[in-house]
């Protein structure tokens, strides 16, 4: 009886802010997919041990694609924080003052947030063209030069490169929609 008292209490989850727009509604939406990559890396790592200790025959990908998987959720998770205006910030200062004061921040902090992924960006592309492509100009993904070798370093690359610049667009949008009290 106690816990569904509690339970009643709870806020439902707002998912993205408001403030994030469509796109941050799109990458709230999109954030149920790299959950079940890191519910998918644990049953990829259950099978794993199952097979390498009760049938002593072990995979040569499972490790390599935990890792991609769990890495690309951590990625997204950055990009997933900022549309629901999750991070991590010291509130100190920031619940003390008045709205319109928080409000100059929000557009103060977007802004830097907006460049500070730009440059992330830029240099994830200087990643990228080591990464994605031969001297010669033609596509070749990265691969990890392990006995299975797959692509994963340069999808991984590529993906950090989509997820700063996607993240660049929504501190934008942010900015823009605190600027203009936009709810």
């Not at 592309?125 to 990265?142: H, I, K, N, T």
């Not at 490169?161 to 660049?168: K, N, Q, S, T």
Request: some cysteine.
């Amino acid at each position: 009886m106690a816990d569904t008292e509690e339970r009643s209490h709870e806020k439902p989850d707002p998912g993205a802010i408001p403030e994030a727009g469509i796109l941050g509604r799109w990458i709230d939406k999109t954030g149920l997919v790299f959950a079940f990559g890191i519910v998918l890396s644990m049953l990829i790592l259950l099978n794993e041990v199952v097979l390498r200790y009760v049938f002593n025959a072990p995979t040569i990908w499972a490790h390599e694609t935990t890792i991609f998987l769990c890495g690309a959720a951590f990625l997204y998770g950055g990009l997933y924080c900022s549309a629901r205006d999750r991070h991590i910030r010291v509130v100190l200062i920031y619940d003390a003052l008045p709205d319109r004061a928080r409000r100059i921040l929000d557009i103060v902090i977007s802004v830097i947030c907006m460049l500070s992924s730009g440059v992330f960006a830029w240099a994830a592309w200087l990643m990228v063209q080591r990464a994605a492509f031969r001297p010669d100009g033609s596509f070749r993904l990265e691969r990890s030069g392990s006995a299975w070798d797959p692509v994963y370093p340069g999808l991984i690359k590529v993906f950090l490169l989509i997820v700063l610049a996607v993240m660049a667009v929504q501190f934008l949008i942010l900015a823009v929609n605190y600027a203009r009290g936009r709810k």
